[in-house]
């Protein structure tokens, strides 16, 4: 679990110095699809990574508006400011947490139960999907869009004992 949500950070870091190359008005233009601009795709892969992890830990998710980070670093900073709870629940997470249920009481009156493992995987790959996105988009600017490869990263270490 730990690996993807560091591929993860690691990538939407790489997507901030992409970013820092941009006009701010490119950031904020509308696009097909999405949540419809560049900045506002990063500031909701935080808000949902971070208020997925506060709700299976029963906190407050408390809504953050985006129209008070309509700037990169104001969105970094978002970032940064949430990180720490974030990683330290990811770093946290034991074999034992993987089926534990998630209860989610709906307005409506249903009831969905998921195990909190899916719900973290859910966490991953969403915040992928939006890279994705944001690939799509630099590729309509003419540029060349951050790479998705997990392999040369050095997220996990070859066993340096193992014979070749």
Known sequence: ???????????????????????????L?????????????LFHVIDVEWSWLQVLQG?????????????LEAVREFDRKLHLDVESFVLAWEPSMEKRPYIDRRADGRVDIDAWG???????????????QLSIWARELGREPVSANVIGKGLIRHDVNERL
Request: net charge negative; hydrophobic share 35%; proline share 4%.
């Open 1 to 27: 679990m730990e690996t993807f949500f560091r591929y993860n950070w690691m990538v939407r870091e790489q997507w901030y110095a992409w970013c820092a190359e941009l006009p701010p008005e490119e950031l």
């Open 29 to 41: 233009r509308q696009r097909t699809g999405g949540v419809g601009s560049i900045l506002r795709t």
């Open 59 to 71: 906190k407050p998710d408390g809504a953050e508006d985006f129209a008070n980070y309509q700037t």
């Open 118 to 132: 899916e719900i973290m995987r859910h966490v991953i790959a969403h915040e992928i999907h939006h890279m994705g």
